[in-house]
């Protein structure tokens, strides 16, 4: 079986996990520290503030921007879960607006259409999925027309760019996931970036119990402190990252090259003003469940990300979301399929994955 996804982990990240055991500082250390600049200073941001995992992350970077109870948030119903859901973890309403049926992203006309039925609107979240920016001069010029804060959730798009620059690097706060499967890990953990001073202090409190110091407590704050292990595989990750990411992009070249003249298969579209970094490398089928018995059959592994719009999970039909639509998020959520990409698949796996496609009708 070729596996969707295959974590790389060496003797490098096992020597310095080893060291950090050895040390007794299991928690907040100097790797914790060492790894929040130089994930900040690669994505061209002032702080970063390590978590403990991505949905912590997200869950910080809101609170940090004092969304409560109430506000309205503009996001992507296609995407995980816990984008919108970090969103009713302040109390604050998600706002569903469609993606382009090319990028999979949110689609800035569908957002400037909901800002006018819902002008209060606070915030924009966005999700640049599968490690593909969003057209990010379309959002800055929303953003900045309608004063509203933008979280940029970048859970599967390390070093991914937009006409050169790096996501994470334009919203008032953005957050990263480094779970096993992402493009490098941590094992578990995640990221807030920001430029803004205040947002940073207010974001360490929040991961930390509300305490600025031993025993004192300023604000309501949690337990989403990164472990110095976690950091210590971050930072032997973080050397590989840009690797990783090139090895992704050149399998996915690849495999484009490979499956983009099927007539039945849509290969991923990659504007000429982004650099994709392929934490998923997704192709749309109409005929979805016949193909993925061909793929079991032949062994080759599949994800379907995502089978539902987020709107359309029983949690937010309950909160009264069942008269949402998104037409094209739905279109998609039927035909999407993910096939393997990451760095660790052999030349014989990529042309395996090809020969065994192009067999199929």
């Not at 990240?13 to 007794?24: F, I, P, R, T, Y």
């Not at 970048?154 to 480094?178: C, E, L, P, W």
């Amino acid at each position: 079986m070729i596996p969707i996804a295959n974590p790389i982990i060496t003797d490098e990240e096992k020597e310095l996990v080893n060291e950090v055991m050895d040390s007794g500082m299991l928690i907040m250390g100097k790797y914790v520290k060492e790894f929040e600049e130089k994930f900040a200073n690669y994505s061209g941001t002032k702080h970063g503030i390590a978590t403990s995992s991505g949905t912590t992350a997200l869950d910080v970077a809101i609170k940090s921007l004092n969304i409560k109870q109430g506000d309205k948030v503009i996001t992507t119903p296609f995407t995980f879960i816990a984008s919108s859901n970090s969103i009713l973890y302040s109390k604050a309403d998600p706002i569903f607006a469609d993606v382009k049926e090319d990028t999979f992203n949110i689609d800035p006309d569908s957002v400037r259409e909901l800002l006018k039925e819902h002008p209060d609107t606070k915030a924009l979240m966005i999700v640049h999925l599968f490690g593909l920016s969003c057209d990010m001069d379309e959002i800055m010029e929303i953003v900045n027309k309608h004063n509203l804060l933008l979280i940029e959730d970048s859970a599967q798009a390390h070093g991914a760019t937009y006409k050169g620059r790096k996501v994470g690097s334009f919203g008032d706060v953005s957050a990263f996931s480094f779970y096993p499967t992402k493009n490098m890990t941590t094992s578990e953990g995640g990221i807030v970036l920001t430029d803004d001073d205040e947002i940073m202090e207010r974001a360490r409190l929040l991961l930390n119990h509300g305490s600025p110091k031993k025993y004192h407590h300023d604000i309501l704050g949690y337990n989403y402190r990164m472990t110095n292990i976690s950091a210590a595989i971050g930072l032997v990750q973080f050397k590989k990252l840009d690797q990783f990411n090139k090895q992704r992009q050149e399998n996915a070249r690849r495999l484009t090259e490979g499956l983009n003249d099927l007539t039945w298969l849509q290969t991923p579209v990659v504007p000429d003003d982004r650099g994709h970094v392929f934490h998923q490398y997704t192709v749309k089928v109409d005929d979805r469940e016949e193909f993925l018995k061909y793929l079991q059959e032949k062994e080759i592994g599949y994800g379907i990300h995502y089978p539902m719009p987020a709107y359309e999970q029983k949690l937010y039909k309950d909160l009264g979301y069942k008269d949402t639509s998104c037409p094209v998020s739905e279109k998609i959520c039927d035909q999407v399929v993910s096939l393997p990409v990451h760095p660790a698949l052999s030349d014989e796996d990529i042309d395996y994955i090809i020969d065994t496609l192009r067999d199929f009708k």
